[in-house]
């Protein structure tokens, strides 16, 4: 199957340099602390952590664009709500990005480029994100909304990619069940 116009260009991009730069001390620093990778990875659980931990900040910022469209429509109380969902999806991304993070230091080639991309946008959205909630708490709430709006737009991309990731290249697909020496599928 022929993958989608953006994952070809996204595989052609010239990242190798880039993406060395932040793989190589990363997958140097799990080797020598296997504790961390383990906890990060998911081993311990017999599953990925990433894909477990990953609906919880998308949930809260659906959450919070549902609650600020409302807010448009004039439910007023919803306004608190959707500052409270857009911080729950802060904090909610931190061990999301960690596990990520962890996923990431296993792959090669061109799942490692897509997976860099990926996660660079999911730090893009991070930051418009964290910028909405700033602007919300300096009571500038139309421009936190419109913020919000943009982060919620870029995580779709990034979101998007980590589905290319599993389903396209088999990131994370059977590398515990291989550790575990569960190898029939």
């Known amino acids: 199957m022929k993958a989608p116009w953006l994952l070809r260009v996204v595989e052609r991009l010239p990242l190798d340099e880039i993406v060395d730069v932040f793989h190589v001390p990363l997958r140097g620093f799990l080797a020598r602390h296997p504790r961390v990778r383990r906890a990060l990875d998911g081993s311990w659980l017999g599953h990925p952590l990433h894909p477990a931990l990953i609906p919880v900040p998308i949930g809260a910022f659906t959450t919070g664009l549902v609650l600020d469209a409302a807010?448009?429509?004039g439910c007023t109380w919803a306004a608190r709500g959707a500052d409270l969902?857009?911080?729950?999806?802060?904090v909610?991304?931190?061990?999301?990005?960690?596990?990520?993070?962890?996923?990431?230091?296993?792959?090669?080639?061109?799942?490692?480029?897509?997976a860099?991309?990926?996660?660079a946008s999911n730090v893009a959205?991070?930051?418009?994100?964290?910028?909405?909630?700033?602007l919300r708490g300096m009571e500038l709430r139309g421009a936190g909304m419109v913020v919000s709006t943009l982060g919620f737009v870029v995580?779709?991309?990034?979101?998007?990619?980590?589905?290319e990731l599993a389903y396209h290249y088999g990131a994370g697909v059977g590398r515990i069940?291989?550790?575990?020496g569960d190898t029939d599928r």
């Open 71 to 73: 807010t448009l429509l």
């Open 85 to 90: 969902a857009f911080t729950l999806g802060l």
């Open 92 to 114: 909610a991304a931190v061990p999301a990005a960690l596990t990520g993070l962890t996923e990431w230091s296993y792959l090669e080639g061109k799942s490692r480029r897509a």
């Open 116 to 119: 860099f991309v990926h996660a």
């Open 125 to 134: 959205s991070t930051k418009l994100m964290v910028g909405s909630v700033i």
């Open 155 to 163: 995580l779709g991309v990034g979101a998007w990619l980590g589905g």
């Open 177 to 180: 069940s291989e550790d575990r």
